[in-house]
């Protein structure tokens, strides 16, 4: 078995099966090999999600005019009833809550 140096850490076991019949000169050769799994440094900074300014709740107004916003849009879903769908409950919150966050927060601006 022949390997080049940099990946030699990742070789965990070597055996050859004398006993595997391929009709050949030769003998099956079975190697456990450890999975290096990485991720590019582009990919773990990269995020699709929206970025709020937060620092803005910090202010009483804001933070008063979100709570109503935040109040107002989930108390019409306490009339709904226990059965409806988990999945479409969790997305009816995340968009509630980022609709209310844009209208009041704003976007996260880079300067």
Aim: proline share 1%.
């Amino acid at each position: 078995m022949l390997i080049n140096r940099r990946w030699q850490s990742i070789i965990l076991d070597v055996r050859n099966c004398r006993g595997a019949d391929c009709d050949t000169d030769y003998y099956l050769v079975v190697e456990k090999v450890r999975e290096i799994l990485e991720v590019s440094k582009q990919a773990a900074q990269k995020f699709d999600g929206e970025r709020f300014n937060l620092k803005k709740i910090n202010e009483l107004e804001v933070r008063k005019h979100y709570q109503s916003e935040i109040t107002n849009r989930f108390a019409v879903w306490e009339n709904l009833n226990d059965s409806a769908d988990i999945n479409l409950t969790c997305e009816n919150f995340r968009d509630g809550t980022k609709t209310s966050a844009r209208k009041t927060v704003g976007p996260f601006k880079l300067v």
